[in-house]
């Protein structure tokens, strides 16, 4: 019966809106990540192979690597080459066969220049992304990197398989101060990605991954924020220093935080001594006061990036970067359980099944048994790039729990599935949070307290959420939206999440 439904009734796609609600991959291709090899076989592909060998991409598309080799025909063995390609320069793909492509400088089909294999061409149009769905991001390591003649610049290369230099004006191009680039390819074999700046410029170059960080986590920290006292946390470099209380770099709190594009990007959480500490890339300003660098104009002028850790305590504030088409997806789904208290029982699990649905379409199978098996806050975090708080209600219960509750009252002994007062509890924990992401967007501090439940007899230990209201922030400037890349982004603190 209930797979029967399932079938029926839910179908999703491994492939749907994730971090971004856009394309990109994580799905290795034969060689480098993010080539045009294989790049087409992916399903959110922009562009398509037609059965004929035709390639439909309107956008020309840049070459990955230094001297590409053209051949006139789609095969390299005992086939001469016509001209070698620059790297970055942009070609036009035209036809397809056994892995070679026929591009041209222009869209006209008469400007034909040769054939080149898909492994020196980069297709991919938006960042790399990790298992999660989370776009992977470079953090220059200044402390560990060659130098030339004793710049503090990282010096860009033109080819992931070859030392050589990127080329500008005779000289070799060097990467400049910023915090974050954007990982757009990535040749396993030299362990070099490709970088670009922003994701509408140009590829700037490869670098090796170990001179650097990939950030490929949405959590950043700062000190926790009240309104009338100023919070400070301890950088230290080590885990021991910070497991004896030391502090190499004391941060301070206070509204200038709401104002910033960053936080201090988490890289993971590590035990150490029974305490947790966060292993942190520490952004400062390379000045006397070693101040915290709070957009990439602070990280250009004189830039430090320092690795180390900062305790998990009751001074610190984990946020999460949402990005703004994630966000306007949660209020969406929010918005199902607006006048909840005037849905039966059975309305409610519909409302709670439709917004797991909402969003994924063109399914090609239905659900597995390990994704029936996921709890409702997993599955909205994998399907739809929606992150949870670790004490979200949603963790108590699998998708199974709605299908089978949609599908019958009562289990096999008689007994409720799940208790309408536990079902209407679960409710009330979403649409409080749909007024606490109405504040966010407001840039309003919403206001409220977990208590223990009352009068329902609950199979897990769930709090209550109750609102108490909101207040403004005490500065116009001081926001949880920011702008970065041009584009909407918000730094939620995690307590805030449903």
Not at 265 to 278: A, E, I, Q, T
Not at 340 to 349: F, N, R, W, Y
Request: proline share 5%; net charge negative; aromatic share 12%.
């Amino acid at each position: 019966m209930i797979i029967y439904r399932l079938f029926k009734v839910f179908c999703a796609s491994i492939f749907t809106l994730m971090f971004l609600g856009v394309s990109g991959f994580s799905t290795s291709y034969a060689s480098i990540i993010g080539s045009c090899d294989g790049y087409f076989d992916e399903p959110h592909a922009v562009g398509e192979i037609l059965p004929n060998g035709d390639v439909i991409r309107a956008a020309p598309v840049p070459i990955l690597r230094a001297k590409v080799n053209v051949y006139e025909q789609p095969y390299s063995k005992g086939n001469e080459k016509t001209l070698e390609m620059p790297f970055g320069h942009h070609v036009f793909l035209n036809e397809y066969r056994d892995g070679y492509f026929l591009v041209s400088n222009d869209s006209r089909k008469d400007t034909f220049i040769g054939w080149i294999h898909g492994d020196d061409i980069l297709c991919n149009d938006s960042p790399l992304l990790n298992d999660l769905g989370i776009e992977k991001k470079f953090i220059p390591n200044m402390d560990n990197i060659i130098i030339d003649e004793n710049m503090d610049v990282m010096i860009l290369q033109s080819d992931p398989k070859s030392s050589a230099c990127k080329l500008m004006n005779g000289r070799c191009q060097v990467l400049k101060h910023s915090f974050l680039y954007l990982v757009y390819a990535h040749d396993k074999n030299s362990r070099k990605i490709l970088i670009k700046l922003k994701k509408e410029s140009a590829p700037l170059g490869w670098v090796n991954i170990d001179n650097g960080h990939i950030w490929d986590t949405r959590h950043g920290l700062m000190p926790r924020y009240f309104s009338v006292t100023k919070e400070s946390i301890c950088f230290n470099k080590t885990l021991e220093d910070a497991s004896s209380r030391k502090c190499f770099r004391t941060i301070t709190g206070g509204n200038k935080w709401y104002s910033y594009t960053y936080r201090i990007p988490v890289l993971d959480r590590v035990n150490y001594k029974g305490r947790h500490y966060f292993r942190v890339i520490m952004p400062v300003q390379n000045t006397s006061e070693n101040k915290f660098a709070k957009s990439d104009q602070d990280v250009r002028e004189n830039p430090l990036m320092q690795e180390g850790y900062i305790e998990d305590n009751n001074h610190v504030q984990l946020d999460i970067l949402v990005h703004g088409e994630e966000f306007r997806n949660w209020r969406s789904k929010l918005s199902f359980v607006r006048d909840m208290s005037l849905l039966s029982k059975k309305e409610l699990t519909e409302t709670f099944i439709k917004m797991l649905q909402d969003g994924l379409s063109n399914s090609a199978r239905a659900l597995t048994p390990d994704e029936m098996d996921m709890s409702i806050a997993g599955f909205l975090n994998i399907k739809h790039g929606l992150p949870t708080w670790s004490k979200s209600p949603l963790l108590n219960y699998t998708v199974a729990d709605l299908f089978e509750l949609e599908s019958n009252d009562v289990d096999a002994n008689g007994k409720d599935l799940i208790e309408v007062c536990e079902l209407y509890s679960v409710g009330r924990w979403l649409d409080r949070h749909r007024e606490i992401f109405d504040a966010i967007d407001r840039s309003e501090i919403p206001l409220f307290k977990l208590e223990k439940p009352t009068g329902c007899n609950m199979r897990y230990d769930t709090p209550e959420l109750n609102m108490e209201g909101r207040e403004r922030f005490p500065e116009s400037s001081m926001s949880f939206r920011q702008l970065l890349d041009n584009e909407a982004v918000f730094w939620i603190p995690d307590n805030f999440l449903p």
